[in-house]
């Protein structure tokens, strides 16, 4: 069995993540916030992969990166062709240069989007992330009430500020700007694995019932 496991691992690409952060705040320390919540407590996640030839062991990389780029990179690896980002993995890069050590422009992805349980959405790019504040239309009065210290327009430099304790948003309203018309046009086009055109929309699709 253990020869047969070893026969199997070069061939085999192994990867352990998770979809959110901890449930609990205490084991998420220095992280700010917990699962379901938009601090980085609950969207940072342990990322590992393991591919024994290929990914370079007990290495570590500090590009950002996002469970969804698992589509691109795995069909960048196999070569196989994904549809246009107007069609589907609407919000996956390919970040495989980054899992086998490859050379690579860094940052290799721009930036990415989360959002949390309440429907808010938030933008990280660089050292930067814009919390937008701004829950769905269908949360009820007392989640919004429990979760008041997410719903207003925020700032973190996450790289200076990992606990995300000082919102800079009024010393730079110029970033402030930038992200917030970024995260738009990538909501309104429907897609954010390439820059959509300004001012498209994706048409409704019809659904059969």
């Given amino acids: 069995m253990v020869i047969a496991l070893e026969v199997a691992s070069a ?6 993540l998770s979809d959110n952060g901890g449930s609990g705040n205490e084991g998420n320390a220095p992280l700010r916030g917990s699962k379901s919540t938009m601090w980085e407590g609950g969207l940072r996640v342990p990322f590992i ?5 290929h990914v370079p062991a007990g290495t570590v990389c500090d590009e950002t990166i996002s469970l969804v780029d698992t589509l691109a990179s795995i069909a960048a690896i196999t070569g196989a062709k994904i549809p246009k980002a107007s069609e589907a993995a609407e919000d996956s890069h390919d970040v495989s240069p980054a899992w086998l050590g490859a050379k690579h422009e860094s940052p290799i992805r721009p930036d990415v989007i989360v959002h949390g349980a309440d429907g808010n959405f938030a933008i990280r790019k660089g050292s930067w992330k814009w919390i937008e504040g701004v829950p769905a239309d269908d949360v ?4 919004k009430k429990a979760r008041a210290n997410q719903m207003q327009r925020m700032l973190y430099d996450v790289r200076q500020d990992i606990a995300e304790a000082s919102d800079v948003s009024a010393q730079h309203p110029e970033v402030v700007k930038e992200l917030e018309m970024l995260l738009n046009r990538y909501r309104d086009g429907g897609y954010s694995r390439e820059l959509p055109p300004a001012g498209v929309k994706p048409k409704p699709q019809a659904v059969a019932l």
Avoid: D, E, S
């Avoid at 061939?11 to 352990?16: A, G």
């Fill in 11 to 16: 061939f085999t690409i192994v990867m352990f």
């Fill in 49 to 53: 992969v393991r591919w024994p030839g």
């Fill in 140 to 143: 009820k009065p007392a989640a």
